[in-house]
């Protein structure tokens, strides 16, 4: 029994499992979350993403993820750290409640000095420079020749380690609760088009019934706004977000990338956007064939979508933001619509009928049908996202990163020295020892040693 808690213990065992979880975590964060109902998504992704339809359709890390199998690892590796915490703390516990004092650390240095001075003169400077350098005595006795020195530094180091092990503790316990209550889910609005939140029209939802707060909240953006640097790059992007819950007066607020809105504990972040032009089209008889506004995606312009007609036909269209011609061709001077065209190929059944271009607020006829574009608006894709294991992580994280400063600013330093009686003076011998920073380990024994000199022969000085 003791030889398998050891095992299951063991440093190893934890690291392997943390590095399973994190890969499992990882790509259920990285594949996307696909209905299996949902063909034409999955054969969308065999076409353009064959390694993401296979993750998809034979490993599924979400539910992995959720699984009672992953679900115990954390608990594995919760109970390692808790017992590795336990014996730690049980030790420094017993050496403080015993007075002793640290043992010799992993990196070592050794000096030689040569003293002449009585022992006395150098006990008591080595005192006064082990004391100015913030090192502890462990013992305070007079010494002999055969009794080394201890003095010790950084004892503060331990507490830093058990915070960060606590943190890790808590990080453990976030990690289960987060598998099996994280919800998230997709949600499109077009600007001017409130949309009643239901299971519907929140897609790609990962727990659908974790998304119940959410059904019948009506949400609306309008007031879209983005700046560009050099008319194509982005800086900001920023819309008023409107939310109606049932009973109560509608609020809203400004929503940019990176800035979400908080609606019923779920998190709203504007992950991308595109245009809605408002559309009539409209045949030789004068029949309306569709009429409305159209969620496009059109972006970077000259990209195509296509919108489906009544009856059949198809408009295949391209936006041009900031339409101008070059070369007889379609571009856009940037990505503002200041005059935007739309670029439009009516088609029947795959085949090209009529081609054309119609501007913002006009008509054009383009082969026998009459298309009206009458305005142009936005449409916003917000991710939904709630994760009640988030605090836990904000908490974990304030404890690793506090633990690990007091562990490396608070470096554990032992320095044992002895001092033997020889001729014309005193031998001293010091090793001083830490648990990081090898490299500072030679400055730091001169440094030591040559205040200790300094120290016996400004004493020698005076008393001359």
Not at 111 to 128: K, M, V
Request: charged share 20%; hydrophobic share 45%; with cysteine.
């Amino acid at each position: 029994m003791k030889r398998f808690l050891h095992h299951l213990t063991s440093r190893r065992v934890a690291v392997i499992l943390i590095l399973i979880m994190a890969l499992v975590l990882g790509l259920a964060s990285l594949v996307p979350q696909v209905d299996l109902a949902d063909t034409a998504r999955i054969a969308e992704l065999k076409q353009k993403r064959p390694l993401m339809a296979f993750l998809v359709l034979h490993l599924r890390p979400e539910g992995i993820a959720r699984s009672p199998f992953f679900l115990v690892l954390p608990g594995l590796v919760f109970f390692s750290t808790a017992y590795s915490i336990f014996l730690r703390s049980r030790t420094e516990l017993r050496r403080r409640r015993q007075k002793k004092p640290l043992g010799l650390q992993r990196f070592k240095v050794e000096r030689s000095l040569e003293l002449s001075c009585s022992p006395e003169q150098a006990l008591e400077a080595t005192h006064a420079v082990l004391k100015k350098g913030r090192f502890k005595l462990a013992v305070t006795s007079e010494h002999t020749s055969t009794e080394p020195l201890v003095a010790f530094r950084g004892d503060l180091g331990l507490t830093g380690s058990l915070m960060f092990h606590v943190g890790l503790l808590v990080l453990l316990f976030g990690l289960p609760i987060s598998a099996v209550y994280r919800a998230s889910g997709e949600v499109m609005v077009a600007e001017g088009f409130p949309s009643t939140l239901s299971e519907r029209n929140i897609v790609q939802a990962s727990n659908k019934a974790a998304m119940s707060p959410l059904h019948g909240v009506t949400v609306s953006v309008r007031d879209f706004s983005a700046e560009f640097s050099r008319g194509y790059a982005p800086v900001d992007y920023a819309m008023v977000f409107g939310v109606l819950r049932p009973g109560e007066p509608s609020s809203s607020q400004v929503v940019r990338v990176n800035q979400p809105v908080e609606v019923e504990g779920f998190l709203f972040t504007l992950h991308r956007y595109g245009f809605a032009p408002e559309l009539e089209v409209k045949d030789a008889t004068g029949k309306v064939l569709t009429a409305g506004t159209a969620i496009l995606r059109v972006m970077p312009p000259g990209t195509e979508d296509l919108l489906t007609l009544q009856g059949g036909d198809t408009l295949k269209l391209a936006l041009y933001p900031d339409h101008a011609l070059r070369h007889g061709r379609s571009v856009s001077r940037s990505l503002s619509p200041v005059s935007p065209v739309l670029k439009i190929t009516h088609l029947r059944g795959g085949k090209a009928l009529a081609q054309g271009r119609v501007s913002r607020g006009e008509v054009s006829a383009i082969g026998g049908l009459r298309i009206r574009f009458s305005s142009l608006g936005y449409w916003a894709h917000f991710l939904v996202t709630r994760d009640p294991g988030l605090w836990f992580f904000t908490l974990a994280s304030a404890l690793i990163t506090l633990g690990l400063a007091i562990r490396f600013l608070l470096d554990p330093q032992v320095a044992q020295i002895q001092l033997v009686e020889a001729p014309g003076g005193v031998h001293l011998n010091l090793v001083l020892s830490a648990r990081y920073f090898p490299a500072l380990m030679e400055e730091r024994a001169k440094r030591l040693g040559d205040d200790i000199v300094t120290l016996v022969n400004k004493e020698k000085t005076r008393t001359t």
